[in-house]
T-cell receptor, first 113, second 113 residues
Framework: GDSVTQMEGPVTLSEEACLTI???????????LFWYVQYPGEGLQLLLK?????DKGSNKGFEATYRKETTSFHLEKGSVQVSDSAVYFC????????????FGKGTKLSVKP | DAGVIQSPRHEVTEMGQEVTLRCKPI?????LFWYRQTMMRGLELLIY????????DSGMPEDRFSAKMPNASFSTLKIQPSEPRDSAVYFC???????????FGEGSRLTVL
């Protein structure tokens, strides 16, 4: 079945360090891919998305490129801030707008000043 | 615009009691989802509706859980009787069919003693 695997955390970085959170997927169709972020005490919110191969999603300095050949959608940021501390979820949606999103288990990021 | 609204935000109850969680999706959204989040199991899909009709309830843990969507603007998730292992944060989310982006509520934190 369709699934998402993302690197386990927690990840602890110093402010201004580079971030990469790995995400790979398994899907029978042509999924859309998403990164959601959950700040403490809040619900998940969409960070960025990509709907087809080679698309790059970007938002708030974060980027992720849809790599069909490696079935990956790694999240990157060149310089993290303390305010980026949160849990990050990779997700996929198969079949366009139909059906559910399948989420990874989440990666907790802590950024220290 | 109002987002997804959940109530109550926090609920503490004793084992055996009935618990009802409520959700008001964003107006115009066709899909409504109920998720459960725990440290051990991460984010789990319980059930989702399309146009008020339950589409997939395979994630509902057992018969103690039930969900309804009597109209496009309201859904409930009921647990009867509740057990300590039901303690979790329950999220409601909604989306429009076209965009695919899920919008989450702030969650209902349930503690069953």
């Amino acid at each position: 079945g369709d699934s998402v695997t993302q690197m386990e955390g927690p990840v602890t970085l110093s402010e201004e360090a580079c971030l990469t959170i790995n995400c790979t997927y398994t899907a029978t169709g042509y999924p859309s891919l998403f990164w959601y972020v959950q700040y403490p005490g809040e619900g998940l919110q969409l960070l960025l998305k990509a709907t087809k191969a080679d698309d790059k999603g970007s938002n708030k300095g974060f980027e992720a490129t849809y790599r069909k050949e490696t079935t990956s959608f790694h999240l990157e940021k060149g310089s993290v801030q303390v305010s980026d501390s949160a849990v990050y979820f990779c997700a996929l949606s198969v079949g366009g707008s139909q059906g559910n999103l399948i989420f990874g288990k989440g990666t907790k990021l802590s950024v220290k000043p | 615009d109002a987002g997804v609204i959940q109530s109550p935000r926090h609920e503490v109850t004793e084992m055996g009691q009935e618990v009802t969680l409520r959700c008001k999706p964003i107006s115009g959204h066709d899909y409504l989802f109920w998720y459960r989040q725990t440290m051990m199991r991460g984010l789990e899909l319980l059930i989702y509706f399309n146009n008020n009709v339950p589409i997939d309830d395979s994630g509902m843990p057992e018969d103690r859980f039930s969900a309804k969507m009597p109209n496009a603007s309201f859904s409930t998730l009921k647990i009867q009787p509740s057990e300590p292992r039901d303690s979790a944060v329950y999220f409601c989310a909604s989306r429009r069919q076209v965009t695919g982006e899920l919008f989450f509520g702030e969650g209902s934190r349930l503690t069953v003693l």
